[in-house]
């Protein structure tokens, strides 16, 4: 009893130590911080100091500048009023000086004497009188320095402006606006306070169905980065077809940069038509190279002998050659009942039923049995008796080849392949027709499943 009670007491001490030194090391980490918060608010504070006394000595600067315009303009204007003023003057002197004069001469009582001084005293206040409406300065009284403004109303505004500069807000991904082709993917995003945004970031790389993507982000080796983007939308070239990516937009300035929540967007797949010069001469394909036709106004003999004979490949080729990714499609059934679809090399024989040899994989239709064929072995598949679309999604670097029910979404063959040669889309039609949709982005539920 005793032993058991002390291997408790102990077992207890155990966790109690741990725990303890569990909260020094967090209390340590706590002061740490604190000091960190410490420093940074001190740098911050002496920073703020530092550009505020810059701004004094600016306004002090120009303070001084214009204050001497001002005082030069000043020397100017009174400069030329002095000299206005030095000219009254002189007028007023002689004019008074001739007042005197003419006053004199009126007072003299003898005539001939009054005669004689009041003619040369006439001429010169005439002259005087006209010599003077010449000298009369113009006088502005309202001289205010109005060429001159004083408008630090902008520069106010900009003052009281004054704040501490953060980094942006996360600006987000709009998945509903983005778009894509089979190589290029165009990303949208928004943020709340674009005016504080000088530019953004945006960074990429192939999604690998890692579940961690805060992990995935934090490892940049793999991801590829456009910077300085102006606007609030991007596309990308050059991209993979029929592939997922994850997308994040940084939104920075001279605060910092904040980041997206990451986006997962994916490129269509290769598109492609069918080859007319491919055809089979008994089908006819559409104008828009979308749809094959069994011409069956030609010649009534026996399906079934056409159908199995070493001359009843009645096929076409779509018009790519395929050596590397990911890519989908889907076959639309225009109420064919005798057809095969699937993928062939290039080295195929021409005039052999597409299976039957081992340079083609294909799933076909016969009436109302379903098989996949490769090297003349066949497999029987049940698919739904209402499927009317059929997807087929090829990895050509994973090496597999996969048959769906495109509406359904039931799984119906995989093959795996060991590819040796480009790989050709190819389709044989006996009766009716068959169309193809190409372009596709590859459905969620096919990415899960072949992840998986």
Known sequence: YFLRKSHGLESNLSSLIKRNNELEGLMGKLIQTCQHVEMNASRQESK??????????????????????????KVVRIRKLAQQISSCKQCIERSSSLISQADQALKETDHAR????????????????????????EINLNDTFDTFALDFSREKKMLEGLDYLTAPNPPAIREELCTASHDTISVHWTAEDEFSVVSYELQYTIFTGQTNVVSLCNSADSWMLVPNIKQNHYTVHGLQSGTKYIFVVKAMNHAGSRSSEPAKLKTNSQPFKLDPKSAHKKLKVSHDSL?????ETSSKKSHSQDRFSSTGNYGVTGNVYIDSGRHYWETLIGGSSWFAIGIAYKSAPKHEWIGKNSSSWVLCRCNNSWAVRHSGKELPVDPSPHMRRIGVLLDYDMGSLAFYDAA??????TFDIAFSQPVCPVFNVWNKCLTVLTGLPIPDHLEMNDRA
């Open 114 to 137: 009054f005669l004689q001084t009041a003619r040369g005293i006439s001429e010169r206040v005439s002259m005087a009188t006209a010599s003077s409406q010449i000298l009369i300065p």
């Open 48 to 73: 703020l100091l530092e550009e505020c006394d810059t701004l004094i000595d600016i306004i002090q600067q120009r303070r001084q500048i214009i204050g001497t315009k001002i005082k030069e303009g």
């Open 408 to 413: 359904g979404t039931q799984h119906l063959h």
């Open 291 to 295: 749809t094959v036709e069994r011409d």
